[in-house]
């Protein structure tokens, strides 16, 4: 299979932010304060959000790093189903995931070493299920319906939107070398991909053979 282009500086970016989660995860057992580290990653996710869009899905989430670095050298790597971009799907997990983390939060009763813990397991959970996901499936399966992915695209509906040019040809390859298996070409009628849809990595900028898409932040 022909390698997939990146933006420069991407896969790099993305080799310091893995090492995150096994460190949260495995390190958070023993030491339930390195669970802040995932409080400060999502703060930072939403501030960036409204200035970017779902960019920081893209190029500083350390759980998609992990799995586009990590999952993916094991990952049989089978196309996603649709269900996993249904809208009554991402919300079941944002109601899960969400509901149980502010059970947690509420029974820590503010003590700052569990509720630390409680961003531990978060993580723990979120992980799990996205490893199991992504060994059979794309290895950022999890990324379509994640509870955070869901509130980027609330947050910033159309900020820093995907842009499809009148230019494409609609020959697929973008979906293809899309992490989350999004196919831009379907939405050259619209000019636009939706802000859930696309986390802005860019590998279907940087391999599209008409130059048809792009992203407002990175025009000249």
Not at 70 to 99: C, D, H, N, Q, Y
Not at 103 to 117: E, T
Not at 123 to 147: D, E, H, M, Q
């Amino acid at each position: 299979m022909k390698k997939i282009r990146e933006k420069a500086y991407r896969s790099t970016i993305q080799y310091f932010l893995a090492p995150l989660v096994p460190l949260v995860i495995i390190g958070g057992y023993f030491y339930p304060y390195l669970g802040y580290l995932a409080l400060a990653m999502m703060i930072t996710m939403i501030v960036l959000t409204f200035f970017w869009g779902r960019w920081y899905c893209g190029w500083l989430c350390a759980m998609g790093a992990f799995h586009e670095r990590v999952t993916a050298r094991i990952s049989l790597g089978r196309e996603m189903p649709e269900l996993f971009k249904k809208t009554w799907f991402r919300w079941l997990f944002f109601v899960a995931l969400m509901g149980l983390m502010t059970s947690r939060l509420v029974m820590s009763g503010g003590d700052p070493a569990k509720v630390g813990a409680v961003f531990v397991m978060m993580w723990t959970v979120a992980t799990t299920i996205a490893i199991l996901f992504g060994l059979y499936f794309k290895p950022r399966s999890w990324c379509n319906f994640c509870p955070m992915a869901s509130m980027q695209g609330v947050l910033a509906p159309k900020t820093n939107l995907l842009q499809v040019s009148a230019d494409c040809k609609e020959c697929g390859l973008c979906k293809k070398v899309c992490p989350i298996q999004t196919y831009p070409g379907a939405y050259k009628e619209q000019g636009a991909v939706p802000s859930l849809e696309c986390m802005r990595c860019e590998n279907c900028v940087v391999n599209c053979p008409k130059k048809a898409l792009s992203l407002p932040m990175h025009r000249k």
